[in-house]
């Protein structure tokens, strides 16, 4: 019966304690509702809609919270499932983060490849359309397509100045002769590609990795 009784004790206690802190924590929000606004976003965007955007979602979420905590008690980072106005409101301002995140994730990438040299009509088509920098970098020296042996000139000696960054030793002549044809070959063949000697697809992704 003691024993019972010092369980029943114990047991009112933890109940007590347990809520005094829901209470707590539900009347004296810790912290601040506020959105940290990233500081590495391209704020010089393709589309500026996108950087309102993401402004305007990071100042309503502080707003949003700060508004439904002091009009009506509802702490919108617990929610009180049995209450239906504090569900909405908490599902409501989980989106409101969720989407701001979103932009904010699309808005730093775009920042890194602007970084890395890129423009914003090539950052619109690598976003847009799926593709990755090193599409964009193919396109932009698809020009090195077909060269084989006896084509001279400057892109025979940009040929060779990337040969020459992937380990080979050339002559940054221009001149497509059979030592060009033979390190090209030798290059093909250390990254598993057919030696053709000649300037295809792969071998020029791979000499632009």
């Given amino acids: 019966m003691k024993r019972l009784l010092t369980f029943a004790i114990l047991l009112g206690v933890i109940s007590y304690i347990v809520v005094q802190y829901?209470?707590?924590?539900?009347?004296?929000?810790k912290g601040d509702y506020d959105y940290d606004i990233s500081e590495t976003i391209d704020t010089d965007f393709y589309d500026p809609m996108v950087v309102k955007a993401y402004y305007k979602g990071a100042l309503e979420i502080g707003a949003y919270a700060r508004s439904l905590w002091n009009n009506d008690g509802i702490d919108v980072r617990f929610m009180d499932r049995e209450d239906?106005?504090?569900?909405?409101?908490?599902?409501?301002?989980?989106?409101?983060?969720?989407?701001t995140e979103m932009l904010?994730?699309?808005?730093?990438?775009?920042?890194?490849?602007?970084?890395?040299?890129?423009?914003?009509?090539?950052i619109k088509v690598i976003m847009e359309k799926g593709l990755t920098p090193e599409d964009i970098k193919y396109e932009k020296n698809s020009y090195f397509l077909g060269l084989r042996i006896g084509m001279n000139g400057q892109t025979t000696m940009e040929l060779q100045q990337l040969l020459n960054a992937k380990g080979?030793?050339?002559?940054?002549?221009?001149?497509?002769?059979?030592?060009?044809?033979?390190s090209l070959r030798s290059f093909q063949t250390r990254n598993g590609l057919y030696p053709s000697g000649i300037v295809n697809e792969k071998t020029l992704k791979a000499l632009l990795k």
């Avoid at 829901?22 to 929000?29: A, C, H, T």
């Avoid at 239906?84 to 989407?99: C, D, P």
């Fill in 22 to 29: 829901l209470k707590d924590r539900r009347f004296n929000p």
């Fill in 84 to 99: 239906f106005e504090s569900t909405q409101a908490t599902e409501y301002y989980n989106l409101l983060i969720a989407t």
């Fill in 104 to 122: 904010e994730d699309k808005l730093e990438l775009s920042a890194k490849y602007a970084a890395e040299g890129y423009n914003k009509d090539q």
């Fill in 168 to 182: 080979e030793e050339l002559l940054a002549d221009g001149i497509f002769n059979i030592i060009t044809r033979n």
